[in-house]
């Protein structure tokens, strides 16, 4: 069973830190990862993807790959109260013939003001 | 260019009748994934269809069933419904889907289906 994990939160940041999500995956031959954010009654907005080991960076956001120690994590730099939502990991995993994305639970973030 | 759109975007039904869901890619993708989200279970992965054929199966019952036309739309039909199936249903677009190691999926804003 490939497993995708996440802390469920919320994990809670004051406005201005720096916030931290952390997601570790199960299967090794894992290809391309994924972060997601999705306010509540929304539908997930992709806004990161990483697919070599290493730090990509986009705006205030820094998606970090470590394949040998099987994770990924989410940095957001000058946390803002509109960054609150539920951040979801997802891993591209090979199948007997193709891939699947399989999905963490998510975890929930709180700026405090 | 356009998102993905999902029809109809809330929906009452009640216990044993059946519903259709129907999913519109972003222009070009020929993936279509569906999932079905509740509070507190994350997404559940339903199934995949890619150029009419289904790739992938998530684990639900049978009575979950889907399609993909020619021009990659597809629709999801749920029947017999019962109360747990009320949740929000998405659609996600990829352009290769579970064909590419890298399967990047863009979702649409769902259809809330409350079963009563």
């Known amino acids: 069973q490939k497993e995708v994990e996440q802390n469920s939160g919320p994990l809670s940041v004051p406005e201005g830190a720096i916030a931290s999500l952390n997601c570790t995956y199960s299967?090794?031959?894992?290809?391309?990862f994924f972060w997601y954010r999705q306010y509540s009654g929304k539908s997930p907005e992709l806004i990161m993807f990483?697919?070599s080991n290493g730090d990509k960076e986009d705006g205030r956001f820094t998606a970090q790959l470590n394949k040998a120690s099987q994770y990924v994590s989410l940095l957001i730099r000058d946390s803002q109260p509109s960054d609150s939502a539920t951040y979801l990991c997802?891993?591209?995993?090979?199948?007997?013939?193709?891939?699947?994305?399989?999905w963490g639970a998510g975890t929930k973030l709180i700026i405090k003001p | 260019k356009a998102g993905v759109t999902q029809t109809p975007r809330y929906l009452i039904k009640t216990r044993g009748q059946q519903v259709t869901l129907s999913c519109s890619p972003i222009?070009?993708?020929?993936?279509v994934s569906w999932y079905q989200q509740t509070p507190g279970q994350g997404l559940q992965f339903l199934f995949e269809?890619?150029?009419?054929?289904?790739?992938n199966k998530g684990n639900f019952p049978g009575r979950f069933s889907g399609r993909q036309f020619s021009n990659s739309r597809s629709e999801m039909n749920v029947s017999t419904l019962e109360l747990g199936d009320s949740a929000l249903y998405l659609c996600?677009?990829?352009?290769?889907?579970?064909?590419?190691?890298?399967?990047?999926?863009?979702f649409g804003p769902g259809t809330r289906l409350t079963v009563l």
């Open positions: 990483i697919y």
């Open positions: 269809y890619f150029s009419e054929t289904q790739r």
């Open positions: 997802a891993v591209n995993s090979p199948t007997d013939s193709n891939y699947q994305l399989i």
């Open positions: 222009s070009g993708h020929r993936s």
């Open positions: 996600a677009s990829s352009l290769a889907g579970g064909g590419s190691s890298y399967n990047e999926q863009f």
């Open positions: 299967d090794r031959g894992s290809q391309s």
